[in-house]
RNA sequence: GCGGGUAUGGUUUAGUGGUACGACGCGACCUUCCCAAGGUUGAAACGCGGGUUCGAUUCCCGCUACCCGCACCA
């Protein structure tokens, strides 16, 4: 079921209320980029605090590192991307379909049937390529990595070497990565330059089927807390033939975005492939020992990978909510709290009575310092005000009206049902 | 990459071979005792580059970006 959401309404509210924006878009933009306004950063960085807090920070078997983006390039010659990113296409020139070689059986076209009528193949290579150093050359050539599970991997050693810790365990990183898409879609979806939150766990190879069933459930209320609704999620156990040649079990989870059904992140069963492909290439050995004394061995890995951008956008088409007030249209982001760029506002009910502007400043001062992200809002009137911050999906507003100079109370407003109520100021900070 | 479409202030739109209308939004001032009220006023646009033309936002060509379909997504 495709979400009623339009893309398009996304698009031009994040444009309009700066969440996201086109890339270099003054000079004409370029194509698969986009850059982050005020409110898209912070949504952004909400995700991922949550993303880090949750798999990092709140437990004991995971550990945080931030690999650089460069890399060796014998990084990406063991892990095979310098020949399998590197697809030779061909071009049917009948149809014009263009596909890649390994997919064709029989010299015969899948899309329109035609026999041996194919272009000479040409090489699409998904790694942006630049070089270190002074000199373009050979020795000086390096790849902006095109996954960032590699920077794990390299620090495997690195880690067990400073903690030894206890297997199972985990090494996770949130950070850019780098593909040269053949063609970017979708607003944010599929884009040159993305940020992806991904863990390598190690495991013992007789545990991972537990292990990888237990990261089903941890991913189920990771997307719980990000308020994606269960019923446009879908765990889609990809079939051996679509699966990457080294996992032998993935799951997509998929949701229902505005453009249509799509992965929203991958959780992967990778064996010992990459570690394996580390030790062959260096000749040093990943093996772990377990401090019981039992049989060394190279641990396999369970990799949940989620996409940055994928996250945010489908936060952001299931907070979309449109509904009226008093017969108006009104659209606002049902975002959960924790994820909110603000999360009050603090107004003036009227702006021309310097009594309540400065009552609001003082207010605005104490939350701000309590909360960071609050915003002091005087525009036009309280109607307005509120509307805007509803777009913004801001869960709560305040208000410092006449009665706050008699009592000390205000009115706090409610985002999803517009409903207010007086609060004492001294108690407002619990009230949030 | 292929095929199709689109491109006018921040958003949404009208329109024209003689540099452009409106709405919403935004700024200022006034007004306003709780859900986009009102008044005055201001800033702000023809995606980029060529060509044709006395003159191009408009016609032609190229490019760029986005959207749709296909392919691709190791």
Known sequence: ??????????????KRRGFIYQGSEIYGGLSGTWDYGPL????????????????????????????????????????????????????????????????????????????????????????FKTNVGPTED?????????????????????????????????????????????????FVFRSREFEQMEIEYFVHPDTWKKEFDKWVKDIRAFLDELGLPEDKIHELDVPEADRAHYSKKTIDFEFDFPHKRDELLG????????????????????????KDGSEPFVP??????????????????????????????????????????VKVAVSPL?????ELVKKAKEVYKTLKKEFGNVMYDDNGNIGKRYRRQDEIGTPHCVTIDFDTLADDTVT?????NTKQKRVKIDRLTESL
């Open 267 to 290: 959780l992967a069963y990778r064996t010992d492939y990459d570690l394996a492909n580390i030790q062959k290439a260096t000749g040093k050995s990943m093996q772990y020992r377990p």
């Open 350 to 354: 009227l702006k021309n009575k310097p």
């Open 300 to 341: 396999h890995v369970i990799e949940p990978s989620f996409g940055v951008e994928r996250a945010v956008m489908a936060v952001l088409a299931s907070a979309y909510t449109e509904d009226e007030v008093d017969g108006e249209k009104r659209i606002f982001l049902k975002l959960p709290e924790h994820l909110a760029p």
């Open 138 to 186: 050979e020795n000086s050539l390096s790849y902006l990595r095109p996954e960032t599970a590699q920077g794990i991997f390299t620090n495997y050693k690195n880690v067990v070497d400073s903690f030894y810790p206890d297997i199972p365990f985990g090494i996770g990183q949130m950070g850019k990565a780098f593909r040269n898409e053949i063609s970017s879609r979708d």
């Open 40 to 127: 898209g950063v912070r949504l952004k960085w909400n995700i991922m605090d949550l993303w880090w807090k949750t798999f990092v920070d709140d437990r004991d078997d995971i550990y945080g590192v931030e690999a650089a983006i460069l890399m060796n390039k014998k990084v990406w010659e063991a892990s095979g991307h310098t020949t399998g990113f590197n697809d030779p296409l061909v071009e049917c020139q009948n149809c014009k379909a263009r596909l890649r070689q390994d997919h064709i059986e029989k010299d015969k076209c899948p899309v329109c049937g035609t026999v041996g009528k194919f272009s000479e193949p040409r090489q699409f290579n998904m790694m």
């Open 1 to 14: 079921m495709a979400s009623e959401v339009k893309l398009e309404d996304i698009v031009s509210l994040c």
């Open 412 to 416: 706090l407003r409610n985002r999803d």
